[in-house]
């Protein structure tokens, strides 16, 4: 048994220095330095009777140890890391602490059992089994009286026995390069000569398929993805998954707890006839997850329909064993080819082995459905006519609030100084089709309280009409009222299939809206109508299409202005003040206030901050900055690049070894927007463990770090950055 306990200290180093200023060196890397873990020791006793037991202490982060023996010896002895020291015990039983020291002098402590004794172990028990996750690997555990520690010899030839050893009662793993029945044996030790042995013919399994399904893909819209086989989406209907080609592949319906996986042994090459001709031209990647115990790589063939073998195209995939495998593949891989994929027929992989297939589909960014969609973000980015005001003002203005609920530099201002039907409108180039969920329209809000008369309730609402009865358009009306609040920024959506609509019922009928076809007209009117009273109001982001993917946490948003959700932002070896004014103020960026980013020459500067919940990038994955980096501040030779890290923060000072990056190549002396999309740029893992998850997969990451003009340097750079934003 192991009890395990973390103490912090004070430790003052002293470094020895040359007179030489230049040879001082940075030496703040020690404050990020985390305190020791799995803290340990292996004993390994003679036997001969004399009670000589050598103690092995382990941890990591440690650089030296303190072992109290837990006899009558009162004073520890120091071992330094990878070194070991010897005892001599009485017959008894001990409890061993180990105290694991840090370069800091942070302490972390463990105790181990130990028993000596100078009688035969008895009453040897063993269990062996095999790993339920790992192939091939086995793990052993042992216990017995009278016994110290326990040797694993794994029946394998060719190898030097024993493989391992472990303390009684803990628990030891051991892999093995080839599954089948071993005879193995365990040997119970103490500190007397005997032995005990314990043997059994083991039989070593191998997994073969998997144990876990792969992760989950991400919600979409139907016209964002075409299916072939996958149980979050519509598949492609009549697909046949083992079209008969004459290949030696076999073909099984595997069902892992409900999901259902394709899977393909002896593969040589194996096709799937889709149930129709699919137009994957609009997509942009091409997803599929492939797990395999045996095979190397796959070549992926998408064919078109008619396609002769000269003229397929391929892309291959190196596999890694015994994990789910997971591609999006832009489909530029197949086109850049000469490959045609409007009307692509067939799929044909080819390999070794044995593979598992799912989540097979091709999918872009999330978008609405077919024209009309419309938008209007006010910067010149929309593709509506121009807003109209009636009895009411239309001007696009300089954003007044602008903050973290809205960073844009411009909005439309509503302005009602009174007029008795007051709105703003427009229509539409062609007549809306609200059915299949494309009945969503949504606009951000901001309405002052001071601008407001009378005791009109607070509300916005959008009507639709049409607009061939000209100025009687508003006979056809129907129409979504919503409550707004004051002094802030607000999305507001309105859905003509969900929400309660009022149609104004003027020639006696009353059509749901979504059965229409003669709508074509938008009319946005605040605070209801048919009266004098003055308000003004700031509309934003206006959206018509399929219905938009709530918000969820954890929320990022920064515009330096005192409304950010971020709670603080820290430098390292950088300066970070949020409180700057903007000294490059213009039509790019009028917010007054940004952050100043300052590089000195710190070897790994940085700003970052951490956010009380992990991120979902599967649900959110894009991060954006502003930024404004002055030629004038730079020295050096870097690429001018700002990168986005993401860490988790559970590490401390090392939570740089779990890090996933993106590197953007930026401009000088200018304000510009840039984007890190953690599904579909190119991320890059620091890969410390050996390991390289999609950072899409992750559950672990909330620390940001920007970096500008890279790392692991002495150069100088001046950055001011506004607008940071995560969605």
Same mark, same amino acid.
């Given at each position: 048994?192991?009890?395990?306990?973390?103490?912090?200290?004070?430790?003052?180093? #002293?470094?020895?220095?040359?007179?030489?200023?230049?040879?001082?060196?940075?030496?703040?890397?020690?404050?990020?330095?985390? !305190?020791?873990?799995?803290?340990?020791?292996?004993?390994?006793?003679?036997?001969?009777?004399?009670?000589?037991?050598? *103690?092995?202490?382990?941890?990591?982060?440690?650089?030296?140890?303190?072992?109290?023996?837990?006899?009558?010896?009162?004073? !520890?002895?120091?071992?330094?890391?990878?070194?070991?020291?010897?005892?001599?015990?009485?017959?008894?039983?001990?409890?061993?602490?180990?105290?694991?020291?840090?370069?800091?002098?942070?302490?972390?402590?463990?105790?181990?059992?130990?028993?000596?004794?100078?009688?035969?172990?008895?009453?040897?028990?063993?269990?062996?089994?095999?790993?339920?996750? *790992?192939? $091939?690997?086995?793990?052993?555990?042992?216990?017995?009286?009278?016994?110290?520690?326990?040797?694993?010899?794994?029946?394998?030839?060719?190898?030097?026995?024993?493989?391992?050893?472990?303390?009684?009662?803990? @628990?030891?793993?051991?892999?093995?390069?080839?599954?089948?029945?071993?005879?193995?044996?365990?040997?119970?030790?103490?500190?007397?000569?005997?032995?005990?042995?314990?043997?059994?013919?083991?039989?070593?399994?191998?997994?073969?398929?998997?144990?876990?399904?792969?992760?989950?893909?991400?919600?979409?819209?139907?016209?964002?993805?075409?299916?072939?086989?996958?149980?979050?989406? @519509?598949?492609?209907?009549?697909?046949?998954?083992?079209?008969?080609?004459?290949?030696?592949?076999?073909?099984?319906?595997?069902?892992?707890?409900?999901?259902?996986?394709?899977?393909?042994?002896?593969?040589?090459?194996?096709?799937?006839? *889709?149930?129709?001709?699919?137009?994957?031209?609009?997509?942009?990647?091409?997803?599929?997850?492939?797990?395999?115990?045996?095979?190397?790589?796959?070549?992926?063939?998408?064919?078109?329909?008619?396609? =002769?073998?000269?003229?397929?195209?391929?892309?291959?995939?190196?596999?890694?064993?015994?994990?789910?495998?997971?591609?999006?593949?832009?489909?530029?891989?197949?086109?850049?080819?000469?490959?045609?994929?409007?009307? %692509?027929?067939?799929? $044909?992989?080819?390999?070794?082995?044995?593979?598992?297939?799912?989540?097979?589909?091709?999918?872009?960014?999330?978008?609405?459905?077919?024209?009309?969609? #419309?938008?209007?973000?006010?910067?010149?980015?929309?593709?509506?006519?121009?807003?109209?005001?009636?009895?009411?003002?239309?001007?696009?203005?300089?954003?007044?609030?602008?903050?973290?609920?809205?960073?844009?530099?411009?909005? #439309?201002?509503?302005?009602?100084?009174?007029?008795?039907?007051?709105?703003?409108?427009?229509?539409?180039?062609?007549?809306?089709?609200?059915?299949?969920?494309?009945?969503?329209?949504?606009?951000?809000?901001?309405?002052?309280?001071?601008?407001?008369?009378?005791?009109?309730?607070?509300?916005?609402?959008? $009507?639709?009409?049409?607009?061939?009865?000209?100025?009687?358009?508003? =006979?056809?009306?129907?129409?979504?009222?919503?409550?707004?609040?004051?002094?802030?920024?607000?999305?507001?959506?309105?859905?003509?299939?969900?929400?309660?609509?009022?149609?104004?019922?003027?020639?006696?009928?009353?059509?749901?809206?979504?059965?229409?076809?003669?709508?074509?007209?938008?009319?946005?009117?605040?605070?209801?109508?048919?009266?004098?009273?003055?308000?003004?109001?700031?509309?934003?982001?206006?959206?018509?299409?399929?219905?938009?993917?709530?918000?969820?946490?954890?929320?990022?948003?920064?515009?330096?202005?005192?409304?950010?959700?971020?709670?603080?932002?820290?430098?390292?070896?950088?300066?970070?003040?949020?409180?700057?004014?903007?000294?490059?103020?213009?039509?790019?960026?009028?917010?007054?206030?940004?952050?100043?980013?300052?590089?000195?020459?710190?070897?790994?500067?940085?700003?970052?901050?951490?956010?009380?919940?992990?991120?979902?990038?599967?649900? $959110?994955?894009?991060?954006?900055?502003?930024?404004?980096?002055?030629?004038?501040?730079?020295?050096?030779?870097?690429?001018?690049?700002?990168?986005?890290? %993401?860490?988790?923060?559970? %590490?401390?000072?090392?939570?740089?070894?779990?890090?996933?990056?993106?590197?953007?190549?930026?401009?000088?002396?200018?304000? =510009?927007?840039?984007?890190?999309?953690?599904?579909?740029?190119?991320?890059?893992?620091?890969?410390?463990?050996?390991?390289?998850?999609? !950072?899409?997969?992750?559950?672990?990451?909330?620390?940001?770090?920007?970096?500008?003009?890279?790392?692991?340097?002495?150069?100088?750079?001046?950055?001011?950055?506004?607008?940071?934003?995560?969605?």
């Amino acid at each position: 048994m192991k009890k395990i306990k973390i103490i912090f200290k004070t430790l003052f180093v #002293l470094f020895v220095v040359a007179a030489c200023t230049d040879n001082l060196r940075d030496i703040s890397f020690i404050d990020a330095i985390a !305190p020791p873990t799995n803290v340990s020791a292996t004993f390994d006793i003679t036997q001969d009777n004399t009670g000589l037991v050598t *103690i092995s202490p382990t941890a990591d982060g440690a650089t030296s140890f303190k072992v109290y023996f837990g006899d009558n010896t009162t004073d !520890p002895v120091e071992v330094v890391q990878g070194k070991n020291i010897q005892h001599t015990y009485a017959e008894g039983s001990y409890d061993v602490k180990i105290v694991a020291l840090n370069l800091k002098g942070e302490e972390a402590e463990a105790i181990e059992q130990l028993v000596v004794s100078f009688k035969a172990p008895q009453n040897l028990t063993v269990v062996l089994e095999n790993d339920a996750a *790992i192939t $091939k690997q086995v793990s052993v555990t042992a216990n017995a009286d009278f016994a110290t520690i326990f040797e694993f010899d794994s029946g394998e030839t060719g190898v030097a026995q024993p493989v391992a050893t472990g303390n009684i009662g803990e @628990t030891i793993t051991y892999q093995y390069q080839t599954a089948g029945t071993y005879s193995v044996k365990i040997t119970a030790k103490g500190g007397a000569i005997a032995t005990t042995e314990y043997t059994e013919e083991f039989e070593v399994t191998e997994i073969l398929a998997p144990i876990a399904s792969a992760s989950n893909p991400p919600s979409r819209n139907d016209v964002d993805v075409i299916s072939i086989f996958s149980d979050a989406y @519509t598949d492609v209907a009549g697909s046949n998954f083992y079209p008969n080609w004459g290949q030696q592949t076999q073909y099984t319906a595997y069902d892992l707890n409900g999901d259902a996986i394709i899977q393909y042994s002896n593969l040589n090459y194996q096709g799937i006839d *889709i149930g129709a001709e699919i137009d994957a031209s609009s997509m942009e990647m091409l997803h599929i997850d492939i797990w395999t115990a045996d095979a190397t790589s796959i070549d992926i063939y998408p064919l078109p329909n008619g396609v =002769q073998p000269a003229d397929e195209r391929f892309v291959t995939k190196q596999l890694v064993v015994n994990e789910w495998n997971s591609f999006d593949i832009p489909m530029t891989d197949f086109t850049d080819q000469g490959l045609p994929i409007n009307t %692509l027929k067939q799929f $044909k992989f080819v390999g070794s082995g044995t593979v598992f297939i799912d989540n097979l589909y091709f999918h872009k960014p999330p978008t609405g459905a077919s024209p009309p969609l #419309l938008s209007d973000d006010f910067e010149g980015n929309g593709n509506i006519p121009d807003f109209s005001g009636d009895a009411a003002g239309a001007a696009i203005i300089n954003n007044p609030f602008n903050n973290a609920g809205n960073f844009s530099g411009n909005v #439309l201002e509503y302005k009602d100084t009174g007029g008795q039907y007051a709105n703003i409108q427009f229509t539409s180039p062609s007549k809306f089709d609200l059915k299949n969920g494309q009945s969503v329209f949504s606009i951000k809000l901001y309405v002052p309280s001071s601008s407001i008369t009378g005791s009109q309730p607070n509300q916005v609402s959008l $009507k639709l009409q049409n607009s061939d009865l000209g100025g009687n358009s508003w =006979q056809t009306q129907t129409e979504i009222i919503k409550t707004i609040v004051l002094d802030e920024w607000q999305t507001v959506t309105f859905n003509f299939e969900t929400d309660n609509w009022i149609n104004l019922n003027n020639n006696g009928v009353d059509p749901d809206p979504v059965d229409r076809t003669d709508l074509d007209k938008v009319v946005i009117q605040l605070n209801s109508e048919n009266n004098n009273d003055a308000v003004t109001g700031y509309i934003d982001d206006f959206y018509y299409g399929l219905a938009q993917v709530p918000e969820t946490a954890p929320i990022v948003k920064d515009g330096f202005e005192g409304f950010g959700t971020i709670p603080a932002w820290v430098g390292d070896a950088a300066g970070a003040d949020t409180s700057f004014a903007n000294p490059f103020m213009n039509s790019e960026n009028n917010s007054s206030t940004v952050l100043e980013y300052t590089d000195t020459g710190g070897q790994y500067a940085n700003v970052n901050f951490t956010v009380s919940e992990k991120f979902n990038l599967a649900d $959110k994955n894009v991060f954006s900055i502003m930024i404004y980096v002055p030629s004038s501040s730079i020295s050096g030779s870097q690429n001018n690049q700002v990168s986005l890290k %993401l860490q988790n923060s559970d %590490l401390g000072g090392n939570s740089w070894q779990t890090q996933t990056e993106i590197i953007k190549d930026i401009v000088l002396d200018q304000w =510009q927007l840039v984007t890190f999309d953690f599904v579909n740029d190119n991320w890059i893992n620091l890969n410390n463990n050996g390991v390289d998850p999609d !950072p899409i997969d992750r559950a672990d990451l909330d620390k940001v770090v920007i970096q500008v003009n890279g790392e692991n340097n002495n150069d100088t750079v001046t950055a001011y950055i506004d607008n940071v934003n995560y969605y």
